[in-house]
């Protein structure tokens, strides 16, 4: 019994160690506790805390007013919340050093300039296990900017538009990512929506705050009922909290309650006290203007909770208690039907007056308005004693607005606000299940009727919940990889189609190439995620979550292909040696494919994301380069031509390559000329370099020609001239022929005076040269180039006399004029 | 179909008579209510369907709740010609016992089967079979 007493029992669990801490002497007067260990004792005089402390709330405030337009909640909300861990958590976000992008919607509150909901979060509920870890992966789908999730609709306001449907969704999605812009720019949709919805609405946010202003203004009384949500502390929201009535079954897995609430907070903001503005005098017509209804609310319940890149994603309700893997909730019984209310939020958007009720039952059946996952639970409850209301017959309440979901979203309303609409909302209720008790009476409807009459019973939320988690199957990073058919199918399709619009007046054709060439999904290019810094915190603030775990450990692989080929001194070296020339190839061809996933990827991306790509582009191709080149080693690059695959990878590599490093590819190939053709008698297996090969002479300079033609005279050791050698082979023969087009080509556009004299010089030696070659090269052994060019007779003539041309006059038409075919 | 051309999705088969077939051969009919990502189906004022040769019989069952993965397929009924099937129905009990007589059937064949290719020395035809029936 004593032990009881006594502060550190050990039998309630007091260590040891805690005993020698109580029973610490505390004799220590010399100890000033006061001193400066506790206080910091570098501070100045001047420093007065006090000071600080009112500019910081000072800029809270000036903040708030910037962003939200109105004196700031800080202020004013000060006496209304217990915690000051909100003020304090403005603070922090003045502090924290802004990341540009922080996706990691976790602590995405911490780090933006938002607010944070209001209700005091259980954060348990946020980060503990009961939270919907699943829902977060959706951030992928959304672009960038992606918003905190629990993020407080008013937040939402600021944000790249919540999309009203999924479709918009889906168009956002591709539009976030920078590259469609498909015909509803969401903001622009939501605009439209809102006008829709609530015409003449003001566009203006309202917080739960203001809502919250609004009911204390106007001093209504909420009734018993709802008295005990509305006023339940902040800090955590027990379903078993709720008042009597609250039979309900719709017990929330106490992950919903906090979380929900603060979602709803915002959210409430259209959804306003009254979500119907056709109320009359219902209740303040001000709260209700939907703002910026958070555009899944306005759809008459299309879109329930964004599946795609929502930017202020997923909940809309309370998170799900689970992953996206389970069905959406738990479902309550019936029973709570009329009660229901008080759990469902209040918080219905507003059924736009031109958004005929999907099923078509504006106000009977109030199946879960797309809020949250906890809706469909609530509206479940709801929907269950409602079922037999609805259908053709549902006759609506004339103040039905109410579409369906408005009843969900009671749940939050109730919270905030709670008196007029609970009463009303509960009054609807009353009457639905009234209407459903009679409807019982009626068995014998229409077979066809009563089959509508359990439509429906699937609300639009959860289609949409399962389509969301669909298209989170679908996406993927890689489209070629995952399902090439199926994107080269798409694809196409988009060229067809542009091809099509082109032709029947090509306006947008900057647009439509976008399109075409990115894949459906929109792929998230994200930096390398940033943790959050806060300023002036003492170390470093852990901002790591499920999703971005803090790094511990760099780890990059390098795949340098292996480049040096160790020549081991035995038998069956030569085996090895060719093995080795083929892994070595098929690295470089790795190598080539990565580049071409870079060009890929690049292409699919927006502006901004392209750039670290192309660095690695780059790198790679410079990789590449030496790998094949191995500058100072011919013959590692001689062997990878002397097998076929390594030639096409060098054809395959040489338009890739920056024009000197192929110009240096080239001119070692002509160096080489003698050897490779040598090595090629008999099959043309050069000729699959032509083209690149080509290409490169084309855009060479004189300078650069003259280096080639260098090439292709002979070393002295040679017997045969290389270039009499090369003639006699197509590729040989073409490249000549090229050489000398484009000399001529060169000598056409550059006048006289910029001509580099030496290198004319140069240039004409070799022309004479090779017509001297001409001429004792036996027509028989001549080979037709791939390419006729008849600027070289031109070029002849330019430069060589008569006497000779007339000579090598016939052998000359092997260039010039076309190969008959023989 | 909606929000990804090229897939196909459970959510507009909602609401609709559907007939299912499931892993143990059974079919039924019902009105597709609910789904999850699971595929997991909820039918409502379902029937199953016993079929034998050209006669059928129907059960009522009231409401289904099957799970996704015994689901062989599933299709649309088409409510003007369903109707008039080819096939005559017979009552649940004269269905039954046709069922049974044709399981009894199929089982002797299996058992015949397997003699013989004892017989020659092979092993019994391993159970390959699709699923469970």
């Not at chain 1, 001193?35 to 809270?60: A, M, P």
């Not at chain 1, 061809?589 to 660095?615: G, H, Q």
Request: contains cysteine; aromatic residues 6%.
């Amino acid at each position: 019994m004593e032990d009881t007493l006594s502060p550190c029992n050990p039998a309630l669990g007091a260590g040891y160690h805690e005993n020698n801490l109580m029973e610490a002497p505390e004799e220590e007067e010399d100890i000033d506790l006061m001193n400066d260990e506790t206080f910091g004792g570098d501070i100045d005089e001047d420093f007065d805390w006090e000071e600080q402390h009112e500019k910081l709330s000072e800029v809270i405030e000036v903040g708030d007013k910037v962003l939200y337009g109105r004196p700031s909640r800080g202020s004013e909300y000060q006496n209304n919340y217990a915690s000051q861990e909100e003020f304090m958590e403005q603070s922090i976000r003045q502090l924290v050093v802004e990341d540009e992008e922080i996706d990691d919607p976790a602590i995405l509150n911490v780090s933006k300039n938002c607010p944070i909901p209001k209700k005091c979060q259980n954060l348990d509920d946020l980060f503990g296990p009961s939270s919907p870890p699943a829902l977060l992966d959706t951030e992928h789908l959304v672009s960038p900017t992606s918003r905190n999730i629990w993020g407080s609709p008013v937040k939402e306001a600021y944000m790249p538009p919540t999309v009203n449907n999924l479709q918009t969704l889906f168009e956002f999605a591709k539009a976030a990512s920078g590259t469609s812009h498909a015909k509803g720019a969401p903001g622009r949709t939501l605009e439209e929506l809102e006008q829709q919805i609530v015409p003449g609405s003001k566009g203006h946010a309202m917080t739960a705050e203001d809502l919250e202003r609004h009911l204390r203004g106007e001093g209504q009384k909420p009734p018993p009922l709802p008295e005990p949500h509305l006023h339940h502390p902040p800090p955590g929201f027990l379903p078993g909290s709720h008042g009597p009535r609250n039979q309900t079954p719709q017990r929330m897995p106490p992950g919903y309650g906090p979380p929900y609430m603060p979602m709803m907070e915002g959210r409430r903001s259209p959804l306003g006290p009254g979500p119907y503005p056709p109320r009359a005098g219902e209740g303040p017509p001000g709260p209700t203007p939907p703002g910026p209804i958070p555009p899944h609310l306005l759809n008459g319940n299309r879109m329930t909770t964004p599946p795609i890149g929502i930017p202020r994603p997923m909940l809309r309700g309370p998170p799900p208690p689970h992953s996206p893997y389970n069905s959406p909730g738990p479902r309550q019984s019936p029973h709570g039907g009329p009660f229901g209310p008080p759990h469902g939020s209040p918080y219905g958007p507003p059924p736009p007056g031109s958004y005929p009720p999907p099923h078509s039952s504006p106000g009977g059946p109030r199946p879960p308005h797309p809020m949250g996952h906890s809706d469909p639970r609530r509206g479940r409850g709801r929907g269950h004693f409602r079922g037999h209301s609805r259908g053709g017959y549902m006759n609506m309440d004339v103040r039905e607005g109410y579409s369906e979901g408005h009843d969900p979203n009671k749940y939050d309303q109730i919270h905030h606000q709670g008196n007029r609409d609970h009463r009303r909302d509960y009054q609807d209720n009353r009457r639905e299940y009234d209407r459903r008790r009679y409807y019982h009476y009626n068995p014998d409807e229409d077979r066809k009727r009563s089959v509508d009459a359990y439509a429906g019973l699937m609300t639009q939320k959860e289609k949409d919940w399962i389509i969301k988690i669909q298209l989170i199957q679908l996406q993927t990073e890689n489209p070629y990889l995952d399902d090439f058919y199926y994107t080269t199918y798409t694809l196409k399709k988009k060229a067809e189609e542009r091809l099509k619009r082109q032709q029947n007046g090509a306006l947008d054709d900057k647009d439509s190439e976008l399109n075409l060439i990115i894949p459906a999904m929109a792929k998230l290019e994200t930096k390398p995620y940033k943790p959050a810094q806060f300023e002036g915190s003492l170390g470093r603030l852990t901002t790591s979550s499920v999703h971005n775990p803090r790094q511990i450990i760099d780890v990059r692989s390098d795949n340098k292909p292996h480049s040096e080929e160790g020549e081991p001194k035995n038998v069956s070296k030569e085996l090895r040696r060719s093995r080795q020339l083929l892994m070595e190839i098929e690295n470089g061809y790795n190598l080539l494919l990565d580049v071409d996933d870079i060009e890929k990827k690049i292409l699919a991306l927006p502006e901004e994301a392209r750039k670290p790509l192309f660095e690695d582009r780059k790198n790679m191709l410079t990789d590449l380069y030496k790998y094949l080149l191995c500058p100072g080693n011919n013959d590692h690059f001689l062997s990878i031509m002397s097998i076929r695959k390594g030639r096409k990878l060098v054809a395959r590599v040489l338009p890739l390559l920056e024009k000197s490093k192929a110009e240096n590819m080239v001119q070692l190939l002509l160096r080489n000329m003698a050897y490779l053709i040598k090595k090629d008698q008999g099959d043309e297996g050069l000729m699959c370099l032509h083209d690149s090969v080509i290409r490169v002479i084309d855009t060479c300079d004189l300078q650069r020609l003259v280096e080639f033609a260098t090439e292709l005279k002979e070393s002295r050791q040679n017997q045969s001239k290389t270039t009499a050698v090369a003639i006699q082979n197509k590729f040989g023969s073409s490249l000549v022929c090229t050489l000398l087009h484009r000399g001529e080509v060169l000598h056409a556009n550059t006048s006289p005076l910029d001509m580099d004299n030496q290198l004319e010089s140069l240039w004409c030696q070799f022309v004479h040269e090779f017509a001297g070659i001409l001429a004792v090269v036996p027509t028989e052994s001549l080979v037709h180039p791939k390419q006729h060019h008849a600027s070289i007779t031109e070029h002849f003539d330019r430069l060589l006399n008569k006497k000779l041309i007339a000579v090598i006059e016939d052998k000359v038409k092997l260039f010039t004029e076309p190969e008959r075919a023989a | 179909m909606n929000y990804l051309p090229g897939t196909a999705s459970l959510v507009e088969e909602i609401d609709k008579k559907l007939l299912v077939v499931l892993r143990d051969g059974r079919t039924l009919i019902g009105y597709l209510r609910s789904i999850d990502q699971f595929a997991n189906l909820v039918l409502h004022r379902t029937i199953e369907r016993i079929h034998v040769g050209k006669k059928y019989g129907d059960i009522p069952r009231g409401i289904f709740v099957v799970r996704g993965e015994n689901v062989v397929l599933l299709g649309e009924i088409d409510l003007e010609n369903e109707n008039n099937p080819q096939l005559e129905e017979v009552p649940i009990d004269d269905i039954l016992e046709m069922q049974r007589e044709e399981q009894i059937q199929k089982q002797q064949e299996e058992e015949r089967k397997k003699k013989s290719m004892l017989e020659r020395g092979l092993q019994p035809h391993s159970e390959l079979h699709d699923d469970l029936f």
